[in-house]
């Protein structure tokens, strides 16, 4: 079990620093927030839906995600949070794996207490490879940015763990990004 996955399990929060250096020159420090994947709190939104694991996916996340968080009232910028369904729900089905069923599971959560976003998505492979590496994309991308770039752009935290079925077994994982309330 790497250090990422044990800390998630853990139900405190734990802060990795990554250090960059800008383009003036200055060290900026960034974090990736381990967190709980899920709040105990009864939240003040949810919504769930499976999209179909194709090329399309991401789009779909982003076109249905808008209506149901101005329905849920989020006081976010919600174009962002599209935005990062999209990045996520696309990584997903382009580096994860579907469930038997062809999809992949996306869920909008607000916690009630901060009104800060959840934006998970379930896909069935159980591995992250390279997960530090892809999460601690700040500063301007070198390229065309990647899907995680984008939740870090937006002042967004990210992690992931393990997801289990009913009976203990690993099934896949859960991303999660974290996006705060406007």
């Not at 105990?40 to 499976?50: E, I, K, L």
């Amino acid at each position: 079990m790497s250090l990422n996955q044990q800390l998630a399990v853990d139900s405190s929060a734990a802060v990795v620093p990554a250090t960059e250096t800008s383009a003036n020159q200055e060290p900026l420090l960034a974090a990736i927030t381990l967190l709980p994947l899920e709040s105990q709190d009864q939240p003040a939104f949810r919504w769930n839906t499976t999209l179909l694991a194709n090329e399309g996916a991401g789009p779909n996340a982003r076109l249905r995600a808008r209506p149901w968080l101005t329905t849920g009232h989020w006081s976010g910028d919600i174009d962002i949070a599209a935005r990062v369904a999209d990045k996520i729900v696309d990584n997903a089905v382009r580096h994860g794996r579907p469930f038997a069923d062809g999809c992949v599971p996306l869920r909008l959560i607000v916690d009630a207490s901060t009104h800060e976003l959840l934006v998970e998505v379930d896909d069935a492979y159980p591995e992250f490879p390279g997960f530090e590496r892809v999460a601690n994309q700040y500063g301007k991308p070198s390229g065309r940015p990647s899907g995680l770039w984008w939740v870090a752009h937006y002042r967004g935290r990210v992690s992931w763990d393990v997801k289990r079925g009913g009976d203990g077994v690993i099934v896949g994982k859960t991303v999660q990004a974290i996006l705060p309330a406007g």
